[in-house]
Protein backbone atom coordinates (compact mmCIF):
# COMPACT_ATOMS: atom_id res chain seq x y z
CA UNK A 1 0.00 0.00 0.00
CA UNK A 2 1.52 3.45 -1.10
CA UNK A 3 0.60 7.11 -1.27
CA UNK A 4 2.25 9.64 -2.49
CA UNK A 5 1.61 13.37 -2.48
CA UNK A 6 3.78 16.52 -3.74
CA UNK A 7 4.76 19.28 -1.28
CA UNK A 8 6.56 21.73 -3.72
CA UNK A 9 9.42 20.12 -4.55
CA UNK A 10 9.41 16.90 -1.76
CA UNK A 11 7.45 14.24 -1.81
CA UNK A 12 5.36 12.31 0.94
CA UNK A 13 5.37 8.61 1.07
CA UNK A 14 2.42 6.56 3.21
CA UNK A 15 3.16 3.26 3.58
CA UNK A 16 2.95 -0.28 4.49
CA UNK A 17 6.07 -1.90 4.84
CA UNK A 18 9.07 -2.93 7.34
CA UNK A 19 11.49 0.54 8.38
CA UNK A 20 14.40 -1.43 9.02
CA UNK A 21 14.47 -2.74 5.18
CA UNK A 22 13.42 0.96 3.73
CA UNK A 23 16.32 2.69 1.76
CA UNK A 24 16.60 6.29 2.94
CA UNK A 25 19.47 8.67 3.95
CA UNK A 26 18.06 7.90 7.61
CA UNK A 27 15.20 6.49 9.26
CA UNK A 28 13.90 7.41 12.33
CA UNK A 29 14.06 5.02 15.74
CA UNK A 30 11.16 5.52 18.00
CA UNK A 31 13.51 5.52 20.97
CA UNK A 32 13.48 5.59 24.76
CA UNK A 33 15.59 8.17 26.79
CA UNK A 34 18.28 5.95 27.12
CA UNK A 35 18.42 4.80 23.14
CA UNK A 36 19.05 1.41 24.41
CA UNK A 37 17.46 -1.77 22.61
CA UNK A 38 13.99 -1.66 23.87
CA UNK A 39 10.59 -3.46 22.33
CA UNK A 40 8.61 -2.72 18.78
CA UNK A 41 10.45 -0.73 16.34
CA UNK A 42 13.66 0.23 18.63
CA UNK A 43 13.85 -3.09 19.01
CA UNK A 44 13.51 -4.29 15.22
CA UNK A 45 16.29 -1.37 14.14
CA UNK A 46 18.73 -2.14 16.70
CA UNK A 47 18.76 -5.80 16.18
CA UNK A 48 19.09 -4.85 12.28
CA UNK A 49 22.07 -2.94 12.42
CA UNK A 50 24.22 -4.89 14.33
CA UNK A 51 25.95 -4.25 18.07
CA UNK A 52 27.47 -1.21 16.55
CA UNK A 53 24.35 1.03 16.93
CA UNK A 54 24.19 0.31 20.13
CA UNK A 55 28.01 0.98 21.46
CA UNK A 56 27.14 4.61 19.43
CA UNK A 57 24.29 5.40 21.17
CA UNK A 58 25.85 4.78 24.58
CA UNK A 59 28.50 7.92 24.03
CA UNK A 60 25.25 10.05 22.99
CA UNK A 61 24.13 10.43 26.81
CA UNK A 62 20.39 9.75 25.94
CA UNK A 63 17.87 11.74 24.63
CA UNK A 64 15.23 14.14 25.88
CA UNK A 65 11.11 13.85 25.05
CA UNK A 66 10.95 15.84 21.49
CA UNK A 67 14.67 16.11 20.71
CA UNK A 68 16.79 13.92 17.95
CA UNK A 69 19.69 12.12 17.90
CA UNK A 70 22.02 10.76 14.84
CA UNK A 71 24.58 7.52 14.38
CA UNK A 72 25.23 5.85 11.54
CA UNK A 73 22.87 2.85 10.56
CA UNK A 74 25.72 0.41 10.11
CA UNK A 75 23.86 -3.40 8.78
CA UNK A 76 20.60 -1.00 7.71
CA UNK A 77 20.02 0.00 4.02
CA UNK A 78 20.08 3.57 5.48
CA UNK A 79 22.81 5.62 5.96
CA UNK A 80 21.87 6.90 9.56
CA UNK A 81 19.50 6.58 11.98
CA UNK A 82 17.66 9.55 13.97
CA UNK A 83 16.80 8.62 17.30
CA UNK A 84 13.84 10.65 18.83
CA UNK A 85 11.64 10.20 21.99
CA UNK A 86 8.02 11.07 21.09
CA UNK A 87 6.27 10.96 24.44
CA UNK A 88 4.44 8.53 26.88
CA UNK A 89 0.40 9.68 26.66
CA UNK A 90 -0.97 11.38 29.21
CA UNK A 91 -3.57 13.49 27.65
CA UNK A 92 -1.91 16.73 28.15
CA UNK A 93 -1.30 19.80 25.71
CA UNK A 94 2.11 19.00 26.47
CA UNK A 95 2.09 15.60 24.51
CA UNK A 96 1.57 17.65 21.49
CA UNK A 97 4.13 19.62 21.60
CA UNK A 98 6.93 17.17 22.42
CA UNK A 99 5.28 14.50 19.86
CA UNK A 100 5.38 17.53 17.03
CA UNK A 101 8.65 18.57 18.28
CA UNK A 102 9.87 14.50 18.02
CA UNK A 103 9.17 14.60 14.12
CA UNK A 104 10.28 18.52 13.60
CA UNK A 105 13.88 17.96 15.45
CA UNK A 106 14.62 14.74 13.71
CA UNK A 107 13.37 16.71 10.25
CA UNK A 108 15.91 19.48 11.45
CA UNK A 109 18.19 17.19 11.70
CA UNK A 110 18.29 15.51 8.72
CA UNK A 111 18.26 18.78 6.96
CA UNK A 112 21.46 20.26 9.10
CA UNK A 113 23.31 16.64 8.14
CA UNK A 114 22.63 16.89 4.02
CA UNK A 115 20.26 13.95 4.39
CA UNK A 116 17.88 14.12 1.33
CA UNK A 117 15.41 10.94 2.41
CA UNK A 118 14.37 10.00 6.05
CA UNK A 119 11.71 7.70 6.86
CA UNK A 120 9.29 7.85 10.05
CA UNK A 121 7.30 5.11 12.04
CA UNK A 122 4.00 5.94 13.67
CA UNK A 123 6.17 7.96 17.22
CA UNK A 124 4.73 7.22 20.53
CA UNK A 125 1.69 5.16 19.11
CA UNK A 126 3.23 1.44 20.25
CA UNK A 127 3.78 1.16 23.83
CA UNK A 128 4.08 4.80 24.42
CA UNK A 129 0.02 4.52 23.59
CA UNK A 130 -0.42 7.90 21.79
CA UNK A 131 -3.80 7.27 20.08
CA UNK A 132 -2.70 6.82 16.06
CA UNK A 133 -5.83 9.36 14.96
CA UNK A 134 -4.11 12.22 16.73
CA UNK A 135 -0.86 11.29 16.46
CA UNK A 136 -1.08 11.15 12.91
CA UNK A 137 -2.67 14.65 12.29
CA UNK A 138 0.62 15.68 14.47
CA UNK A 139 2.94 13.97 12.18
CA UNK A 140 1.39 15.16 8.82
CA UNK A 141 0.80 18.33 9.40
CA UNK A 142 4.70 18.81 11.31
CA UNK A 143 6.04 16.63 7.77
CA UNK A 144 4.32 19.08 5.22
CA UNK A 145 4.85 22.91 7.09
CA UNK A 146 8.35 21.67 7.35
CA UNK A 147 8.92 20.55 3.85
CA UNK A 148 7.35 23.62 2.60
CA UNK A 149 10.23 25.38 4.19
CA UNK A 150 12.97 23.37 3.17
CA UNK A 151 13.23 21.59 -0.32
CA UNK A 152 16.24 20.28 0.71
CA UNK A 153 14.51 17.26 2.07
CA UNK A 154 13.63 15.65 -1.52
CA UNK A 155 11.31 12.62 0.26
CA UNK A 156 9.99 11.70 3.73
CA UNK A 157 8.37 8.43 4.22
CA UNK A 158 5.64 7.60 6.68
CA UNK A 159 6.48 3.45 7.06
CA UNK A 160 3.69 1.91 8.76
CA UNK A 161 3.70 -1.76 10.12
CA UNK A 162 -0.06 -2.25 9.86
CA UNK A 163 -2.55 -1.82 7.24
CA UNK A 164 -4.68 -0.32 9.94
CA UNK A 165 -2.00 2.67 10.67
CA UNK A 166 -1.76 3.02 6.87
CA UNK A 167 -5.51 3.73 6.28
CA UNK A 168 -5.25 6.22 9.55
CA UNK A 169 -2.45 8.21 8.08
CA UNK A 170 -4.03 8.56 4.65
CA UNK A 171 -7.36 9.83 6.01
CA UNK A 172 -5.24 11.99 8.10
CA UNK A 173 -3.77 13.24 5.24
CA UNK A 174 -6.58 13.53 2.82
CA UNK A 175 -8.43 16.05 5.81
CA UNK A 176 -5.72 18.04 6.12
CA UNK A 177 -5.32 18.76 2.37
CA UNK A 178 -8.98 19.77 2.49
CA UNK A 179 -8.14 22.50 5.02
Same mark, same amino acid.
Given at each position: ?????????????????????????????????????????????????????????????????????????????? !?? #??? @???????? +?? %????? =? /????????????????????????????????????????????????????????? !?? #??? @???????? +?? %????? =? /??
Amino acid at each position: MLTKHKIKKSILEIKTGDITEEEAGAIVNAANRELSPGGGVSGAIHEASGPELWKECKKLGGCDTGEAKLTGGYKLKA !KH #VIH @TVGPIYSG +KT %SDGTD =L /KNSYYNSLLLASRNNIKSIAFPSISTGVFSYPAGEASLIALKTIISFLEEHPEIELV !KM #VLF @TERDYHTY +KS %SLEMI =L /KE
